[in-house]
């Protein structure tokens, strides 16, 4: 049986697992104490080989920030001309610009570099580290992605594993993971939600674990909500303070925003420890005759609670929309099954105590649950080709038709594997072929709908004159497309797909 590597690459961090021979579960170390690898790299020169990767890299954020990339992930598979991209890149101190292929890619010494290769070099990095400890390569994995993600942040991901030179098992929601961790350790039956907060996204699963295995019920969240907006929350308190300190506006430079985010960082997990930290930033921005700023600022955990408290607001919005959808409220779920690093702040946990129980940091890593899922999902397709999960559709998918009137096919929260079709009347009188587009989107009017590909249908359009058939869709999970026309009379014309480009399957 060949060794599956179930990597969680996150838009913080990054972590990996394995069963060995024996059966017993391993981590992929990352320093001497922690088996999380911070998603962060650094090019010292214009030789982008030579990067460094991990912890290494994260000191650089300060020192090097223009050649410094972090949380990139947030980025990966979205065009650069999205609502998206334009609303956070200048957030970063490094450079965002549009690749060949109309993606987001990095400036860095004037080179682009895709991100999908950003991704690749801290998957490889992770892998190498697995590949010492366990004494042996790896050449096959199983990946994970917020249950939120479009087809074509799955496909980046995908690549930036076949770029480490692995073959992908199977590509995984990080919250299904997380519950197959999860129905690893209970075995009777039980109803669980899922709640993961990481760095960059936020998913709430609703999900059925019998016998180990795992049907989800429901998927929600916001795919736009992780543990850097809490760092921005701050940092912004930050900017203010300087602001009003020293009468110097610091929030056009990007290099000042992005230490200040670093040290709210900082300042937000000591809270978790702490009630009060004092921040100190040396030299942190520079006034317009010269003179130095330095960051002095005390925050209490209370104050941070306040900055925060409407984004753990959408976190819990979100579980109750997802509750709602299946009928079923708190007292319901057996056990709410923390997962992210960011639930390891204190107010997340009390402001989910209406639920009756809350999964315990020595059950469930926050951090590498969803990894160690990834290898359970890994050994079990290994084992016995069975993933022992059950999966749903988390992003609706729609048909946009000539002249832009759109039409949802797959509803989400459909189980995987599906297949839905609908039908149209009152058409107007196309000319053929006619071009189908098939799109991924959470928001039907939302101009950052990914969109999978246009499908055209052929010549027999309409071919008896006076008569208006109706067209019937067929799509499914894998966006396979099929149409036919159907007469008044009950007459069935299959249409001929003429041009199928759609994306890769997920
Ligand atoms: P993950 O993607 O699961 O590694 O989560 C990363 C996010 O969790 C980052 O935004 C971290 O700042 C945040 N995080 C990690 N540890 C803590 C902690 N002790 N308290 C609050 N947030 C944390």
């Known amino acids: 049986m060949q060794p599956v590597l179930g990597i969680d690459f996150g838009t913080t961090n990054t972590s990996a697992a394995w069963f060995d021979k024996a059966g017993k579960l391993k981590v992929a170390p990352a320093t001497d104490k922690t088996a999380v690898l911070p998603s962060v790299v650094w090019f010292p020169s214009a030789d982008a080989s030579k990067c460094l990767v991990g912890q290494a890299a994260k000191t650089q954020l300060v020192d090097d920030p223009k050649h410094t990339l972090f949380g990139t992930k947030r980025f990966l598979g979205r065009r650069y001309h999205s609502e998206y991209v334009s609303q956070h890149k200048d957030r970063f101190a490094f450079d965002l610009v549009e690749g060949a292929d109309g993606y987001t890619s990095a400036l860095i010494y004037g080179q682009m570099i895709p991100l999908v290769d950003v991704a690749s070099v801290v998957v490889k990095d992770i892998v190498a580290r697995a590949t010492r400890a366990a004494g042996h390569p790896f050449s096959l994995c199983v990946m994970t992605v917020p249950a939120h993600a479009s087809v074509r942040q799955r496909e980046a991901v995908r690549k930036a594993a076949e770029s480490a030179g692995l073959t992908v098992r199977a590509i995984v929601n990080e919250p299904t993971a997380a519950a197959l961790f999860y129905a690893n350790l209970r ?83 000591q809270l978790s420890r702490l009630e009060v930290v004092d921040v100190r930033v040396p030299v942190v921005a520079q006034r317009p005759d010269g003179g130095f700023i330095d960051l002095q600022k005390r925050l209490t955990r209370e104050e941070l609670e306040h900055l925060v408290t409407p984004l753990v607001e959408r976190c819990v919005g979100a579980c109750d929309d997802v509750l709602g959808r299946a009928k079923l409220s708190p007292a319901d779920i057996d056990e709410l099954v923390l997962v992210g690093g960011q639930t390891r702040m204190p107010m997340i946990r009390r402001r989910l105590a209406h639920f009756p129980r809350l999964s315990s940091e020595k059950d469930v890593h926050p951090e590498l649950g969803v990894a160690v899922g990834a290898a359970i999902l890994g050994r079990n397709l290994s084992r016995t080709n069975a993933s022992g999960l059950s999966d749903v559709v988390a992003m609706p998918i729609s048909v946009m038709l000539p002249g832009g009137r759109t039409v949802e096919v797959i509803a989400p929260n459909t189980p995987v594997p599906c297949q839905r079709a609908v039908v149209l009347d009152n058409l107007p009188p196309w000319s053929a072929p006619v071009p189908l587009m098939l799109f991924e989107s959470l928001d039907q009017t939302s101009v950052d709908r990914e969109v999978i590909g246009t499908v055209h249908v052929s010549e027999e359009w309409r071919t008896t ?42």
Not at 201 to 227: H, I, M, P, Q, S
Not at 483 to 503: E, N
């Open 187 to 269: 075995s009777p039956k039980q109803t669980v939600l899922i709640f993961d907060l990481g760095g960059g996204t936020f998913d709430a699963t609703l999900l059925r674990v019998e016998n180990r295995v795992v049907k989800v019920l429901a998927t929600g969240g916001d795919a736009f909500l992780g543990g850097s907006d809490f760092d921005e929350r701050v940092a912004d308190r930050f900017a203010t303070h300087l602001e009003q300190t020293t009468g110097v506006s610091v929030r056009q430079s990007r290099t000042v925003m992005q230490r200040l985010a670093l040290a709210a960082e900082y300042a937000k997990l």
């Open 465 to 506: 004159p006076n008569v208006v058939p109706s067209l019937e869709l067929n799509v499914g999970h894998d966006f396979a497309l099929t149409a036919k026309l159907v007469a008044p009379g009950g007459m069935q014309t299959q249409l001929q797909i003429v041009d199928q480009r759609v994306a890769a399957h997920r």
